[in-house]
């Protein structure tokens, strides 16, 4: 392992003797071995040398840094909401709509589960992370945490992965390429403001550095008496906490909860997918209506035409819009059958010793799998913004169809699925002094 000023050392050997202070010491969330992290300079990043999953990433003034983004994603948002989004007009008839149109029509058209899903992920969880990183990055500035710190801290973790606003975006410009042909199209200034809104989002979670955010919060917190930095954390019966990152001493008896933050604690207690592969089943019986019925009825002219998610796939082959039609084919079809069967496969395999891949393989298979889940959702994104849209009566409008709800599903339960699967399963039959799998710590 480098000693160099450029790659910081994360202490992960338990033959090397060196002091280091429990402050320092997390457990990775991935591969569960117990680390210790260097002394890290504004810039840079540690990253865990038996899986590679970046364990902290430190920035110069966070809290300023988080702050200042924070409100320009508020503002961005603010203005969005306030604004119209898309104009539309066909045959001297046209519509105007606001963002919060592509949910609130949803639910005139019977459709309220979607346009729930639409309004959380859109709207309503990047504003409750905004608010919340807002809230706690003032308090770091005043010297204390403001009331209620910690609960609102704990939310944060649960929240990110649900916001979807730059899937929105894709969304969005999916919907205006397919409406752009037969009709005039006219961007209002929120469609801009919006496009703002996602990449500020986009940076403020990337700017926000939990394992100093909880620091701050509570320092005097620390790793228990006796951890062995290069271990693992469940052979010296320690768990770390995945939402605050403490590492905690496990309880003879009884749940265990963590010592700063006061979430359930999730021991490995061996290889166990039942909850995954529950959600999967589900996901793969939502999966056959999703598909079956139509996801939008289009009238045009006094005729009604349903139209299925390969239907609407088809139909931009015909039109020659390639690069539209792989777009929807990979967000709608082959992404979720994917993530189906990259799960299931990571299922069986964990409990097979002799099957194929290194842990290695494995991890970066989970890490795709988790990775594109929430970019399925851009086929419901793109029907709650034509059916806003387009409502001219007899002449040309789109409803929603029942496959809407049934898809919307499958993304939810297949991203729960992978949330669901324990990483450490992948690590359990591995040897972690194994050096072939060691990755150096990076620097950015
Ligand atoms: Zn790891
Ligand atoms: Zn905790």
């Known amino acids: 392992m480098s000693d160099s000023p450029h790659t910081p050392a994360i202490t992960a050997q338990p033959h090397r003797r060196r002091t280091v202070s ?13 680390v210790a992290l260097p002394r890290l300079a504004p810039g840079q990043k540690a990253d865990c040398p038996r899986c590679g999953h970046t364990l902290v990433r430190r920035h110069a003034n ?7 983004l924070a409100l320009a994603t508020l ?8 604004f119209p989004f898309i104009g ?7 519509n105007r709509i606001e963002l919060t149109d592509s949910a609130s029509i949803l639910i005139g058209l019977h459709q309220p589960l979607v346009a729930l899903c639409v309004l959380l992920t859109v709207i309503i969880l990047p504003l409750v992370y905004l608010l919340s990183v807002s809230w706690l990055c003032a308090g770091m500035l005043l010297g204390r945490p403001l009331p209620r710190s910690r609960q609102i801290a704990r939310t944060l973790r649960h929240v990110t992965p649900w916001m979807m606003a730059d899937v929105f975006v894709i969304g969005t410009l999916v919907s205006l390429i397919k409406v752009v042909g037969m009709a005039d199209i006219e961007l209002g200034m929120s469609f ?16 926000v550095d939990k394992d100093w955010l909880w620091f701050s919060l509570d320092r005097r917190a620390m790793a228990p008496p006796g951890a062995v930095p290069g271990r693992t954390a469940s052979e010296q019966n320690l768990c770390g906490c995945a939402t605050c990152g403490l590492v905690n001493a496990l309880p003879a008896h009884g749940k265990a909860r963590c010592r700063r933050c006061d979430e359930p604690l999730h021991p490995w207690h061996g290889i166990n997918n ?5 959600l999967l089943a589900a996901s793969v019986i939502m999966y056959l209506p999703a598909n079956l019925y139509p996801i939008m009825v289009t009238t045009s002219l006094g005729s009604s035409s349903p139209s299925t998610i390969i239907g609407g796939v088809l139909l931009f082959i015909q039109h020659g819009d390639w690069p539209i039609a792989f777009i929807i084919f990979t967000a709608s079809i082959l992404v979720p059958v994917c993530k189906i069967l990259a799960l299931l496969w990571l299922c069986y395999i964990v409990r097979h010793e002799q099957a194929a891949l290194s842990p290695m393989s494995r991890i970066r298979l989970y890490r795709i799998t988790e990775f594109v889940g929430r970019w399925s959702m851009v086929d419901v994104f793109v029907v709650a913004i034509l059916v806003a849209l387009i409502r001219n009566g007899n002449l040309m409008s789109i409803e929603p169809g029942p496959a809407a709800l049934a898809f919307a599903a499958v993304v939810v339960l297949t991203m729960l699925a992978a949330m669901l699967f324990d990483q450490r399963a992948i690590w359990a039959g591995a ?7 060691r990755k150096e710590p990076n620097h950015v």
Do not use: K, Y
């Open 22 to 34: 429990r402050r320092r010491l997390r457990v990775c969330h991935e591969c569960d071995l117990l």
């Open 62 to 68: 966070p809290a300023e840094r988080s702050l200042a």
């Open 75 to 82: 503002t961005a948002l603010a203005l969005s909401v306030a």
């Open 88 to 94: 539309f007009e066909l045959s001297g008839i046209g």
């Open 192 to 207: 801009w403001t919006f496009c703002a809104f996602a990449l500020l989002l986009l940076m403020t979670t990337q700017s």
């Open 274 to 278: 039942q909850a995954t592969l529950a």
């Open 431 to 437: 040897t972690h002094n194994n050096n072939e799998n």
